[in-house]
């Protein structure tokens, strides 16, 4: 069973992200707030959900919480300043747009670099175990399938609808044979069972 807070005496955001390992597209940040007395049946990490319960939870979380945001962090700045930094930058752009300042963050992951004085604690795995860091994964990757479903539509070719960005093995081979779309990551490299390329 998810925790609802980390630090419970503190209004606590948690922050999760959505397509660092991605070959094209930006990485997407969710920074949200829950009610104390939060719960949502079948809220969980986002990746242990169907395509459908996350698009079923979405609009409840963003109903419910005090204060939630999404923001990004788009390909071009992802190979300018490296997707670590930029997972971290899109975490930051998050926090900026809450309506309420958090006391406290809990961040998915290992890492993170420290947003104004704000105190926090990374947490592995946190988007199985606290309940805003798995609604914030949830906004995080239904807007970013969304972003990628909308891109799609210039560039079918590469599938975006259905592979949101990431190296599937069709993905790849698109890229292989037809090069890179303006979307692509020029820092990340392609790879087949026969070759390896880079934008």
């Given at each position: 069973m998810l925790l609802n807070c980390y630090q419970i005496e503190f209004m606590e955001a948690?922050?999760?992200?959505a397509g660092r390992g991605c070959l094209a597209g930006p990485v997407v940040a969710a920074a949200v707030i829950l009610?104390?007395?939060f719960y949502l049946d079948g809220l969980n990490d986002s990746k242990q959900l169907s395509h459908k319960q996350r698009d079923e939870l979405r609009p409840i979380i963003e109903e419910k919480a005090l204060a939630w945001a999404v923001a990004m962090v788009d390909h071009e700045e992802i190979d300018k300043i490296n997707i670590l930094n930029a997972s971290f930058l899109a975490m930051h752009?998050?926090?900026?747009q809450l309506l309420l300042r958090p006391e406290y963050l809990v961040i998915d992951g290992n890492r993170f670099k420290p947003y104004q004085n704000i105190k926090h604690s990374c947490i592995v795995k946190g988007d199985g175990k606290y309940l805003n860091i798995a609604a914030a994964s949830i906004l995080a990757k239904t807007h970013r399938?969304?972003?990628m479903s909308n891109l799609d539509l210039a560039y079918p070719q590469y599938e975006w609808k259905k592979n949101k960005g990431y190296p599937t093995i069709a993905h790849r081979k698109a890229v292989i044979a037809l090069g890179a779309s303006p979307y692509h990551r020029k820092t990340f490299n392609v790879s087949s069972p026969q070759l390896t390329i880079k934008f």
């Open positions: 948690g922050c999760d992200e009610p104390k007395d752009r998050a926090l900026d399938d969304e972003y």
